[in-house]
């Protein structure tokens, strides 16, 4: 099959016209995928924007609601302890006396507790071997109950477990 050199011509020139529509095409189309980058980095970047300041106002909401809270609970615990306080009859330091010699020890720890209605003064006494829990009642200085804390000697027996294990290792 011959070519004439117009036909050749024609081919060329149009060969020529659909390059540089595809160049155009391909431009526009680099064009359109840069500005399509660049519009979803933007959105993520408003969208984390938008999230962070969603959060810094969701934590700022709970640690306010949280410090409303703990004084309103403060104050409530205040005013029980005054009331407690007025209704006792006996001075703590006079329970903190009675209990420390009922077992025979040194108070560590006193606080007055309202326990199922009676007034009462929770005292932990530790002698040489171990720690009391002394109840002295509030209104005549008695001894309710003096018993074994549990929950120090718990803690006594696991720290002898453990020097136990380390001493056979």
Known sequence: ??????????????????????RVVVHNSRLIFDWYLQYHANSRAYLRKQIMKRLLVLSTVIALTAIGTSVAYSSQSEQNDSAL????EVSLSQAIAAAESH???????????DENGNIVYGVEVVNSTQTMDVKVDAH??????AKLDREDHEDEGTEHEEKGERGSK
Not at 85 to 88: E, L, S, Y
Not at 103 to 113: D, F, P, Q, S
């Open 103 to 113: 077992v025979n020890g040194k108070a560590v720890n006193a606080e007055l507790e």
């Open 140 to 145: 005549n200085g008695k001894i309710l109950s």
């Open 85 to 88: 306080r007025a209704k006792a």
């Open 1 to 22: 099959m011959s070519f004439s050199t117009e036909s050749a011509q024609s081919h060329h020139v149009h060969f020529l016209k659909t390059d540089a529509l595809s």
